[in-house]
């Protein structure tokens, strides 16, 4: 009968490649067969720790083939119960926690064969530490190892420190260096590792890296520098400072290769003799830095300022800041880069005695009071001025259901008012972002933008309010992340919000009424100033969030559409927003954007509209006619649109 359970191994392996075995009768007065290292094998993965919780095939990891498989039993705890119990390991034991003596792969080894069978790993293997420490050999090289992995908090036997003291010191031969820097690396290498802070001791681990990523800083050092342990320190914090501050704005995913912009590399020379000599270091601490696997500086001495110039220049090389960058915008930089918000509201009144005599139409009379209380609310907070979030009655939302389902399109616009008012409520967003399963405010928006609703069909002042209402989700970056959200969808469609939410603005672009269309470019101008936010923050689309072609596309789109908006348009205070949205879209553009820009006439569009402005504005100053109040303000706008032209046009 076949055993229930799965088979749980546990695979061994030597570090020092049988360089253990051959030397430590003479080192440490006693056999030692190997510096071993660990894995278990369950469930068909072979987990170690390393640079943090690794896994492979059995048997397929840089480690080569085991030494040793030893059975520790079968495992009735579930598959998917393991890998839950795996993914909390991995939050405690993670690359920088690893210690060769202290906390260690059989360590690792040794808790999650507890876990899956309730056994210990062999305590020849965990014991190793420990009795090494406790040999005078191993007291003198302890300080080595701490050197590498920090301090350890083994016990120290009495007898052996006491040997240790008395003991010469045998200094480290080439050969023995050697082997401690092996087992040093291979202790905690891993196949590609993601650590932006790592060591080498060997000239083949030092060519991976190299290999592996486009800036490479290598610091290399000595224990019995002076002036290395003032600079290390400084060294690894910049590196950590670098790749989190480092931004390359505008150019998306390049900035993001191997997802550190540079890894700093540790080279303790005295255990790492064939690196050293390789690459000529005389002196320490000696700093050397590569891009693309070549050299491109170096310096030596422990002068931080000659760092950082030196990490950002290699930084710099690799990931060139982009050519607008360097480009002026000051009338850009001046227009306000908040997004436009429709708050305000002096006809409360108004509004409810339309909507309860449209309720009274339907026949809706259960509602009264519900509707009572969500005036009184909305009056407090609109037109008294108070402070905090609004008191909403219970059954708020229900009443809202019930009026967008039952209301005639035509009859509408009350409720979609009472709508983007409530919306500006935190309270009344967290509802929505969190608790709404039916999508309520994306159904509206969704119902009458250009998804489903031709836009003839939807009454001028319908689709005002929803325009106010996707422009009111520019408040607070949760709801702007829905708004554009491209993984979040509409059912039975699926369609993701973010289509909603670009159908609406590109049918409203096109509305033959003005105010439809001013509400529509103030839509626009909010998503360009967050897609320019967005390029100052994150270098591009926010890592993980999106694939970066798609985003491209979705750019792309927006641009056509309110270019050619853009170029239909008369009035000046549209012409001033759109033109806003187009400087915020193409500054720091990808290529593929700006070329697309330049193939669809925006340049000549932009130059036309600012030709015709300049025009308009000699001749209103050719008259005299700038004292008027209203005129000084057509004159200003004017001014501004001709302004910004130009720095569009340098965008190109």
Known sequence: MEEEGAPVQLYVYDLSQGMARMLSMNLVGRLIEGIWHTSVVVYGTEHYFGQGVMESMPGRTHHGVPLQVIDMGRTHIPREMFLEYLDGMKKHWTADKYHLLDNNCNNFSNELCNF????????????LPTEFVNTPFGQSLLPVLENMFGPSQLARSANAAA???????????????????????????????????????????????????????IDFTSMSCGPCRVISPEFERLIEHYNREYRQTGMGAGARVDGNKIVGVKVDVSLSRDIAQKYQIAATPTFKFFLDGSEISQFKGANVQELRNSIELLLYTAYPPHPHAKQRTPILDSLPNSPILFTQSTQLNSIFNKLETFMQGQSITDKQSQLDSLKTALQTKHEKGQLGPLHLPNGWKELLDVLLQRIPIEQLFPVLDILRLLILDETVRDFYMKNDRESTVMNVLYRFGGQQAQP????????????????????????????????????????PFRSVTTALLIDSLLSPDATVRQCAASLAFNISIEEAKSRQSNAGVESGREDEGIHEEWVSELVAAIAKAFEDEEEDEIVLRLLTAIAHLLRFATPSIQQLATVIGVGTAVEQKRATREGQLKNLRAKGATGDTQIKKDLEKKEKIVGLAKEVVELL
């Open 116 to 127: 899956l069978v309730g056994k210990n790993i062999p305590s020849h293997i965990t014991a």
């Open 163 to 217: 040997s240790a003291a008395t003991a010469a010191s045998p200094g480290l031969s080439p050969s023995l260096a050697s082997l401690v820097g092996n087992v040093a690396a291979a202790a905690q290498s891993a196949p590609s590792s993601k650590t932006a802070l790592q060591s080498a001791y060997n000239v083949a681990q030092l060519d991976s890296i190299l290999a592996s990523h486009r800036c490479v800083a």
């Open 456 to 495: 003839e069909t939807v009454p001028k002042a319908v689709r005002l309010m929803v325009l106010r209402l996707a422009c009111n989700h520019f408040t607070s970056p949760t709801s702007i992340a829905q708004l554009l959200s491209l993984s979040r969808t509409l059912a039975p469609h699926a369609t």
